[in-house]
């Protein structure tokens, strides 16, 4: 061989064992683009993550806003309800405790007179009996009407039963003692006899 064919195969030998270099740098080169380029999409990956998170939480704390809210609503129209009943049935306890002393005037007024002093005593007794139901009325206490209406569990409390043909059936012949309803609410039921 000839020295210049020597140099020629040793150029080419160089020319390609350099290209073999540039090509292995190229495909460093590349695969640091593609690790970067991983690297990359795991970043946004994690911002991503990161925001949904963020946005589970905002969602999280408007829902218990609004749950917070509907309780606060919800409460205060229970207490609003709560002392509209309180004001419609304050006089409840009063009437509960005035009641027997009706129950008093009425037994003592259904006494017979047999003197002046005592019919005049009794009318008296009687005025004051009448105050206390006008007074009692004033406030929405009103007696309960039962003798020869239906029964009602409601509103009459059976103590006996009777067979009485003058009477229908399940209908009130006597009441023991009155009852009262305060508005639209039973305060104490009537003790009645009903005919079967």
Do not use: C, W
């Not at 509907?70 to 004001?87: G, H, I, K, T």
């Not at 005593?121 to 005025?127: F, R």
């Not at 206390?132 to 009325?137: G, H, I, V």
């Amino acid at each position: 061989m000839t020295e210049d064919k020597k140099n020629e195969s040793t150029i080419e030998a160089e020319e390609v064992f350099g290209a073999e270099e540039i090509f292995a740098e190229d495909t460093q080169q590349a695969e640091g683009t593609e690790a970067n380029d991983v690297v990359e999409p795991t970043e946004l990956q994690q911002a991503q993550n990161r925001i949904a998170e963020l946005e589970a939480k905002i969602e999280e704390m408007e829902n218990r806003n609004l749950r917070l809210q509907a309780d606060f609503d919800n409460s205060r129209r229970r207490a609003r309800l709560d002392l509209e009943a309180a004001q419609k049935y304050r006089a409840q306890s009063l009437a509960t405790d005035i009641l027997q002393a009706l129950d008093n005037f009425e037994r003592a007024i259904s006494i017979e007179a047999d003197n002046d002093q005592t019919k005049s005593l009794l009318q008296g007794m009687d005025m004051v009996y009448k105050g206390l139901l006008e007074a009692l009325k004033k406030e929405g206490i009103e007696p309960i009407e039962s003798v020869g209406k239906p029964f009602d569990p409601h509103l009459h409390q059976a103590v006996m039963q009777v067979q009485d043909e003058d009477f229908e059936s399940n209908v009130v012949v006597e009441e023991f003692q009155k009852g009262y309803l305060l508005k639209d609410r039973v305060i104490r039921p009537a003790m009645v006899k009903v005919n079967e």
